[in-house]
């Protein structure tokens, strides 16, 4: 008997576990709870862990069971799971939260003693061809990770980059919403080009301050929204010299604010809610 919360941010949704002293296959119960039909249903699962390094541990698993390094809206929903059930003290202006890309700095807001968003240190994102990874001939390991890709008859001018897991854009003048995100994108997390899979974005830039964004999730798929996702499709854009330095990102599931600072730190913030709790009995 394993009791859970589910949680979602701007339609991303997530179910929170306390790890600690248990003793699971995470990675089958992900595969297991993630299910639409037979288990809870969820873009995937944050599991509680003691941390020697932080304030505490996250680790996050896809639905299709595989372990991922890091989520931005997992962490915020991770968060407030943490906090809302007095595992960490809600009197932290921020908490360190140990992910499997390092260390993330979080700053809840909170009313009532329970968090209603956060903002999150995502990191700064990376442009280095070797660093995401990609493997593309035509590409040297330290280039700009930016190539032209024909799938299914469409020629996609990819911009790459890296928020702890790898994103590959696309900007379009299609509308987003006409776009076969679903085939194409089965086809591009599984290129060869991508020795790690990879995340699946296409962006419309709306103004200097907002765009809107589909998002293929990998070992997911199409999701309501994504936190790396909208970092990424939002730093693509900034890379590309297309918006400023704050930018609101408009998702099928609601809308997430990403900035960066004077040092190229971006910041991810939005809403965090508690769906329902229940008890998970296998």
Not at 180 to 198: A, C, D, M, Q, S
Not at 218 to 225: N, W
Not at 231 to 257: F, H, K, P, Q
């Amino acid at each position: 008997m394993l009791p859970f919360v589910k949680l979602q941010g701007a339609g991303n949704d997530y179910i929170a576990l306390d790890g600690r002293n248990k003793n699971y296959d995470w990675n089958q119960l992900s595969l297991d709870m993630s299910k639409p039909a037979f288990g809870v249903g969820s873009d995937g699962i944050v599991v509680v862990f003691e941390s020697e390094t932080a304030d505490i541990r996250m680790r996050i698993y896809n639905p299709d069971g595989s372990e991922a390094e890091i989520s931005g809206n997992g962490i915020r929903l991770f968060t407030k799971f943490v906090i809302d059930s007095k595992i960490i003290s809600p009197n932290k202006e921020s908490i360190k939260i140990e992910t499997g890309d390092g260390i993330k700095t979080v700053y809840p807001k909170i009313r009532d003693d329970k968090v209603i968003s956060s903002r999150v240190e995502m990191g700064v994102p990376n442009f280095v061809a070797s660093k995401i990874p990609i493997s593309v001939p035509s590409i040297s390991d330290n280039d700009s990770p930016k190539f032209p890709l024909e799938i299914l008859g469409k020629k996609l001018d990819i911009t790459c980059l890296s928020i702890g897991n790898p994103h590959a854009v696309i900007i379009i003048d299609e509308n987003v919403e006409d776009f076969p995100l679903v085939e194409i994108g089965t086809i591009v997390e599984k290129h060869e080009y991508f020795p790690n899979r990879i995340n699946f974005e296409i962006v419309n830039i709306l103004s200097r301050n907002k765009i809107r964004a589909r998002i293929f999730e990998r070992g997911a798929g199409e999701t309501l929204s994504s936190g790396t996702g909208s970092t990424a499709s939002a730093s693509a854009a900034r890379y590309n010299g297309l918006v400023d330095d704050n930018v609101e990102v408009i998702l099928d599931g609601g809308s997430l604010n990403i900035s960066w600072d004077k040092n190229d730190m971006a910041m991810l913030e939005g809403p965090s809610e508690e769906v329902f709790s229940g008890i998970w009995p296998h």
